[in-house]
């Protein structure tokens, strides 16, 4: 009887000549199949997990609450009798955001020029690139109309060279408008940033993480609105009335867009249900960030009152705070874990092997 002949019966327990060994009722081929699942490429993850700080989660955080004050502030300039205190506030909100965030990211990247170097190009493949530039646009933009809003309300001086020229020279309803699609394109962008990785967690979700983002980044700038107007006691009361109903409707496309991604993700989503992460991801997104203040703006818990709206405008932003943590860490998680790389990649192989056997 030859080698492989003795190979393949698998006789006396010897391994074959490709390494496995014969099948017995004490080392079945199940056995071996999960051991080398288990120990496979020695349990080294195939792909590296991004190495993002708590600046990276803190500056998605802003960015969408910066896109959403914008588009707040957007629909209130055209509004025939909008509330001028609710469109300071947006407009005041955007550009604070539009400081910090860069700000933030520059810090995380280690030094400037590495941002700047971001900016030699633009390409409109890298959401990288865009991204950078699209922030970079906004936050100009944005200054230009808080400058135009602080000579309106006298904080550049009531009659002076720059507070006129304010006035004068910068059309704020233009450029509220032209900066429009590049607010909302930093909304979404804060989701497409993740997707656009072989992250497994992040790239599952292809469809709706950019949707999920902005979604979370408006309800977050509705919160934000209402917090500010409830502590400076501003606005007039059917701009707190409209204010509670807005950010209803968010938090309700918001929930249905994290299950959606939920779903999506599949068991590719587990890290967020794991021990280190369900409490704040179910516990602190999902029942406090959306379920909780739901039910305090809908009445639930009593009948309306400021400091209820207050609360549940503070339970939001700690809610939207903690997904974004909750996202970047998950996703670190699933880079970590080789199973779910390959898992994940099995599909793409399995169909390019099928479209190429003729």
Request: hydrophobic share 40%.
């Amino acid at each position: 009887m030859s080698d492989a002949t003795q190979d393949t019966l698998g006789l006396q327990g010897e391994p074959g000549r490709n390494g496995s060994s014969a099948e017995t009722s004490h080392h079945t081929k199940e056995d071996e199949k999960r051991q080398q699942k288990e120990s496979g490429y020695y349990g080294i993850p195939p792909i590296k997990k991004p190495h993002w700080t708590w600046q990276v989660p803190l500056y998605l955080w802003l960015g969408g609450i910066g896109a959403g004050s914008h588009l707040i502030a957007t629909l209130v300039r055209f509004m025939k009798d909008g509330d001028p205190a609710l469109l300071r506030a947006s407009r005041y909100t955007t550009l604070v955001t539009m400081i910090l965030s860069p700000i933030l990211l520059i810090w995380d990247l280690g030094r400037p020029e590495r941002f700047l170097n971001m900016l030699r190009i633009v390409k409109l493949r890298s959401p990288m690139s865009t991204g950078s530039w699209s922030i970079s646009i906004f936050g100009a933009m944005s200054g230009l109309i808080a400058t135009h809003q602080a000579a309106e309300d006298g904080l550049l001086g009531r009659d002076n060279l720059v507070a006129r020229a304010a006035k004068r020279f910068i059309p704020d309803r233009v450029l509220t408008v032209v900066t429009l699609p590049f607010g909302l394109y930093v909304g979404a962008y804060t989701g497409i940033l993740l997707i656009a990785t072989s992250v497994p967690m992040w790239a599952k979700n292809w469809m709706l993480m950019g949707p999920t983002f902005l979604s979370s980044g408006f309800s977050n700038a509705l919160s934000a609105m209402s917090l500010i107007l409830n502590l400076g006691r501003w606005g007039e009361h059917r701009t707190h009335s409209m204010l509670r109903r807005a950010e209803k409707a968010t938090l309700v496309i918001e929930a249905a867009l994290v299950l959606g991604s939920l779903y999506k993700m599949g068991r590719w989503g587990s890290p967020l249900r794991s021990r280190r992460l369900a409490p704040t991801f179910f516990g602190g997104s999902l029942l406090g960030g959306i379920l909780v203040p739901f039910a305090l703006l809908s009445g639930l818990f009593g009948e309306q009152s400021r400091k209820k709206s207050m609360l549940a405008s503070a339970l939001v932003l700690v809610g939207g705070l903690l997904f974004r943590f909750d996202m970047v860490l998950g996703g670190k998680m699933s880079a970590d874990d080789p199973e779910a790389t390959f898992t994940f990649a099995q599909p793409e192989r399995d169909s390019g092997e099928r479209g190429t056997t003729p």
